[in-house]
Every structure is written in C-alpha cells, then in structure tokens.
C-alpha cells in the first residue's frame, strides 16, 4: 500500500528544481508547443546531448509545424537518421500534418486532445500541456514513475494496468495546487530532473534529495526495490540477409521498407530473413558476367528486444536497371538526405571503394 506522509511535496520539487535542476536547454526557453513537442519526442529514449544536435538542426529546417507538415517523409527521415527508434520520426511527420489539417496548425491545449495526435501518449501529453499552458495534469515517463513509486513505497506491480493507473491517480495528487502558471511547468520539470540526476535506477543520491524526508522506499531501505514491474519482454533473435548491390559508376541499390515493422517507412538494402529467399535473389544476378559478389564480415545489431544477426553480401559490376520493387539506385551524396537505419549508413560508409 501506498502512504502519502503529507503535504508540500510539490513545493519541495519546485524549489528544489530552481537552484538544482536543469534551466538552460533550449526547450526550456519557449512555451512554443511545437518546440516542446519536438524536444519531448526526441528526448524520449534519447540522451540530452545527442538530442540537442538534432534539435537545432530540425528546428532550422522547419521553424514551425506548418514547415514539417509540408516536408516529404523521406525528408523527415533523413533528418532523424541516427537518432534511432525511427517510428517518432514517421509519427512526428504525421502529428504534424494532423495539427495542420484537424486543427488548423494550432496545437492544442489541453492533454486531453493532445494524447488524440499521433506518437504522443499520456505522458508526453501531460508534459506539453504542463510546459506550455500549465495545465494541472501529471506526467509518468521512466523517471518520473521511478522517483514517485519510491516517494509513495508503490509496491504494486505496474505490469497490471489497474495498477498503473492508481499510480496515475497517486501522480495526480501530488501535483501543485497554487501559482500554476509558474508551478505546474516547474514541478513537472523538476519530477524529471530528479529522476535522471538523483533519483537513479542504481544508487540513488537519497543524501542530496529534497524529497529524502518523505520518502517510503528510503526509509525502508530499499529504494532500487521499484518500481514494482514483473513482466518482461522475451529478447528475440532474428537473422538477416543484407544485399548491397553496387553499380558500376558504386550507386548503391536502396529500396523503402515496408510501412511497419522494424526500419518500416525507411530506404535500405534488400533485406530477407531468410536464406532461401536471399539465393533466389542473389543467384541470378551473382551469375551474371562482368558481376562480383562478396560476403562481408557478419554483425550485430541491438534493438530495444530483439537482437538482429547481419550477413551482408556484396554484390557489384553490370547490375539490371531495376533489381526489385520500390527503389532506386542512390550515391553516397544521396544518402544524408534519405532516411538510413543508421547500421545500414555505417555499412556501406564501410563499403564504399576508395577512390585515392
Ligand atoms: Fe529517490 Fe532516494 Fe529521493 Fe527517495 S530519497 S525519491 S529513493 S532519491
């Protein structure tokens, strides 16, 4: 069970967040939505200082929701390459043309609507509509939820979702209930500062938190004891085949992934998960004269839960004008503008021929 030792905790998390936390991100010098937005999206599973590059050179591309929504996915694509998990990437380009067409390129106010848009959920939604209109609603990312299920001792397992939402409903009343305008935009940064700074998956800093005389998991000892979360996702395994066909002029053949799955939406080598399928591609074109083929050195790529075995085979000379479905054949000055799966760029930057 959970116990609430009070008041003020709100009021410790604001002023704590003023002297300790985090004030000078870009993102934290606007209440422009549509920058939010875009911080908040990014910054999910994402580092701060990986996030900021991209940041700055979104922003300079598209200085409104307007510009992104008029921008072709590949263009989007192309700018996320590298950042990873690409289905933000494709939900940021659809939110964007939804803003535009259902509500007329005006964001809405409320995480009520909000969480309607594509790619934002609850949390994300609670968090633009605290930053940006202060509304009085919580969020519950990663952080958040490890530094709340600590505070309150939530032993509850959050696998189960009516668990999840009590600690939605915990999460609500903590939340400040004077000066939101200024409040809600500060405890709501604060909750998250803390989570990433102080309140640790590993060794939390109890010493140093402001929260350390009101909370339950420190005072029982235990504080990496929660969240409470028992289901696991099982890690799959999968292996692939990677076709790198290479022209004679060394265009690389690249086709669109289909619209979902893994690298779904983005231009990539043919790629076949299995190795029957990879020969009937391979062999005719392998038996060609004037062609060379070559397999590469095996590698492996991690995702959230799956780890994927990569057999690239090089494939090069007097290749057909159009080997498969959906492509094109694209130099290497082609591809910063095209969404890559950053494995796939590193690939064929590692296969390129030397020209000196
Ligand atoms: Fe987290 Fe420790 Fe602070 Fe509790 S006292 S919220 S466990 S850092």
Same mark, same amino acid.
């Not at 410790?12 to 908040?40: C, F, M």
């Not at 510009?67 to 690409?86: H, K, P, R």
């Not at 290749?319 to 760029?345: F, K, M, N, T």
């Given at each position: 069970m959970t116990k609430l030792r009070g008041e003020g905790i709100a009021e410790l998390v604001i002023a704590w967040q003023e002297s300790?936390? #985090?004030?000078? /991100?870009?993102?934290?010098?606007?209440?422009?939505p549509y920058k939010v937005w875009l911080s908040e999206i990014m910054l999910q599973q994402t580092q701060v200082a990986t996030v900021l590059e991209y940041y700055a050179r979104f922003l300079a591309r598209f200085p409104d929701v307007a510009a992104l929504a008029q921008a072709s996915q590949d263009e989007v694509m192309g700018l996320w390459s590298? /950042?990873?998990?690409y289905t933000r990437a494709r939900n940021l380009h659809r939110c964007a043309q939804q803003v535009v067409v259902k509500h007329g390129g005006v964001f809405p106010q409320t995480a009520e609507i909000l969480v309607?848009?594509?790619?934002?959920g609850r949390s994300t939604a609670g968090a633009i509509a605290a930053f940006c209109?202060?509304?009085r609603v919580p969020i519950l990312d990663a952080n958040v939820r490890r530094v709340l299920t600590r505070l309150l001792g939530?032993?509850?397992?959050?696998?189960s979702v009516r668990n999840e939402r009590l600690l939605w409903s915990e999460a609500d009343t903590l939340l400040?209930?004077?000066?939101?305008?200024?409040?809600m935009p500060r405890y709501t940064q604060g909750l998250m500062d803390l989570g990433a700074?102080?309140?640790?998956?590993?060794?939390?800093?109890?010493?140093?938190?402001?929260l350390v005389s009101r909370c339950e998991a420190f005072e029982r000892g235990?504080?990496? #004891?929660?969240?409470?979360?028992t289901r696991k996702l099982a890690r799959r395994s999968e292996s692939w085949q990677l076709v790198i066909l290479r022209d004679a002029v060394g265009k690389v053949w690249l086709q669109r992934r289909p619209s979902?799955?893994?690298?779904?939406?983005m231009y990539c080598v043919p790629v076949f998960a299995d190795m029957g399928s990879a020969q009937t591609f391979i062999a005719p074109l392998c038996a060609a004269p004037g062609v060379s083929c070559s397999d590469l050195q095996p590698f492996l790529h991690v995702l959230t839960h799956r780890d994927l075995h990569l057999h690239p085979i090089l494939i090069s000379g007097?290749?057909?004008?159009?080997?498969?479905?959906?492509?094109a054949w694209l130099g290497a000055d082609d591809w910063p503008s095209v969404g890559l799966p950053a494995p796939i760029r590193k690939l064929l930057d590692s296969t390129q021929p030397q020209l000196w």
């Amino acid at each position: 069970m959970t116990k609430l030792r009070g008041e003020g905790i709100a009021e410790l998390v604001i002023a704590w967040q003023e002297s300790h936390g #985090r004030n000078h /991100l870009p993102w934290q010098q606007t209440r422009d939505p549509y920058k939010v937005w875009l911080s908040e999206i990014m910054l999910q599973q994402t580092q701060v200082a990986t996030v900021l590059e991209y940041y700055a050179r979104f922003l300079a591309r598209f200085p409104d929701v307007a510009a992104l929504a008029q921008a072709s996915q590949d263009e989007v694509m192309g700018l996320w390459s590298g /950042l990873g998990y690409y289905t933000r990437a494709r939900n940021l380009h659809r939110c964007a043309q939804q803003v535009v067409v259902k509500h007329g390129g005006v964001f809405p106010q409320t995480a009520e609507i909000l969480v309607t848009l594509p790619g934002i959920g609850r949390s994300t939604a609670g968090a633009i509509a605290a930053f940006c209109f202060s509304q009085r609603v919580p969020i519950l990312d990663a952080n958040v939820r490890r530094v709340l299920t600590r505070l309150l001792g939530f032993e509850n397992d959050l696998a189960s979702v009516r668990n999840e939402r009590l600690l939605w409903s915990e999460a609500d009343t903590l939340l400040p209930n004077k000066n939101l305008a200024t409040a809600m935009p500060r405890y709501t940064q604060g909750l998250m500062d803390l989570g990433a700074s102080v309140c640790t998956p590993r060794s939390p800093a109890c010493g140093i938190c402001p929260l350390v005389s009101r909370c339950e998991a420190f005072e029982r000892g235990h504080p990496e #004891r929660y969240p409470v979360k028992t289901r696991k996702l099982a890690r799959r395994s999968e292996s692939w085949q990677l076709v790198i066909l290479r022209d004679a002029v060394g265009k690389v053949w690249l086709q669109r992934r289909p619209s979902s799955g893994i690298w779904a939406g983005m231009y990539c080598v043919p790629v076949f998960a299995d190795m029957g399928s990879a020969q009937t591609f391979i062999a005719p074109l392998c038996a060609a004269p004037g062609v060379s083929c070559s397999d590469l050195q095996p590698f492996l790529h991690v995702l959230t839960h799956r780890d994927l075995h990569l057999h690239p085979i090089l494939i090069s000379g007097e290749l057909p004008s159009e080997p498969g479905e959906d492509g094109a054949w694209l130099g290497a000055d082609d591809w910063p503008s095209v969404g890559l799966p950053a494995p796939i760029r590193k690939l064929l930057d590692s296969t390129q021929p030397q020209l000196w």
